[in-house]
């Protein structure tokens, strides 16, 4: 009987033909910045990172962009990534730019996406700011209580069940970051005001391709 080895899946070239299309709409997005249509320019990564988070994630998971709205009616600013349920929570309203209006609770991650990290800009610490504002300002529905097996309250803390708002930043290039300008940031600010994660495309992009020529 013959032995046949069946061929490995490429997922490698998925993420790098996921991070291209990215990239790609970077630079469609300077084309369109030198014609000073800024605005339309920073929509193009957006479009791109949310048809790859689409791409990635169950059909549970909803991704849009545009506001949450909490059960007071009171509303976020405007976000450009905001993954929700999408079975049970109805979108609340679609405007005819494409943003939505989430109910709160539906809510289990926001974003913000940027072309590029300026240092001028303080984009990270901007966001740090909406963070605060969310949690102060917004009244989100307490969980129903879930039962969690007793040997697992030393290693799990109970803060990380029910229904937390995970956020994030991407940045498609660098730009001029570094490490010094957050690190005061992210040791006087409390952590539900701080994006959960912040990455930055290209660079990982170029560290991915210098490691696979070796």
Same mark, same amino acid.
């Given at each position: 009987?013959?032995?046949?080895?069946?061929?490995?899946?490429?997922?490698?070239?998925?993420?790098?033909?996921?991070?291209?299309?990215?990239?790609?709409?970077?630079?469609?997005?300077?084309?369109?910045?030198?014609?000073?249509?800024?605005?339309?320019?920073?929509?193009?990564?957006?479009?791109?990172?949310?048809?790859?988070?689409?791409?990635?994630?169950?059909?549970?998971?909803?991704?849009?962009?545009?506001?949450?709205?909490?059960?007071?009616?009171?509303?976020?600013?405007?976000?450009?990534?905001?993954?929700?349920?999408?079975?049970?929570?109805?979108?609340?309203?679609?405007?005819?730019?494409? *943003?939505?209006?989430?109910?709160?609770?539906?809510?289990?991650?926001?974003?913000?996406?940027?072309?590029?990290?300026?240092?001028?800009?303080?984009?990270?610490?901007?966001? &740090?700011?909406?963070?605060?504002?969310?949690? &102060?300002?917004?009244?989100?529905?307490?969980?129903?209580?879930?039962?969690?097996?007793?040997?697992?309250?030393?290693?799990?803390?109970? *803060?990380?069940?029910?229904?937390?708002?995970? *956020?994030?930043?991407?940045?498609?290039?660098?730009?001029?970051?570094?490490?010094?300008?957050?690190?005061?940031?992210?040791?006087?600010?409390?952590?539900?005001?701080?994006?959960?994660?912040?990455?930055?495309?290209?660079?990982?992009?170029?560290?991915?391709?210098? *490691?696979?020529?070796?």
């Amino acid at each position: 009987m013959m032995n046949r080895s069946f061929p490995n899946f490429e997922f490698e070239q998925v993420l790098r033909s996921d991070a291209a299309d990215i990239l790609a709409a970077r630079e469609k997005a300077r084309i369109m910045h030198h014609g000073h249509d800024i605005r339309a320019a920073g929509g193009e990564v957006e479009i791109a990172f949310r048809k790859v988070l689409r791409r990635k994630l169950p059909a549970s998971y909803y991704v849009g962009h545009g506001h949450i709205v909490d059960q007071h009616l009171r509303m976020s600013r405007q976000l450009d990534v905001v993954i929700a349920d999408n079975s049970g929570t109805p979108i609340l309203f679609q405007a005819e730019d494409g *943003s939505e209006y989430f109910p709160y609770e539906g809510v289990y991650t926001i974003g913000e996406v940027k072309t590029s990290y300026r240092r001028s800009e303080r984009y990270i610490h901007t966001f &740090a700011e909406h963070l605060a504002e969310i949690h &102060a300002q917004l009244d989100r529905k307490e969980p129903e209580p879930r039962f969690v097996m007793p040997n697992f309250h030393d290693v799990i803390p109970d *803060s990380i069940y029910g229904n937390p708002l995970f *956020s994030f930043m991407f940045f498609v290039d660098a730009g001029d970051f570094s490490a010094e300008d957050v690190i005061d940031l992210y040791q006087m600010h409390p952590p539900d005001t701080l994006p959960n994660i912040v990455c930055f495309l290209q660079r990982a992009f170029h560290n991915w391709e210098s *490691s696979s020529q070796r």
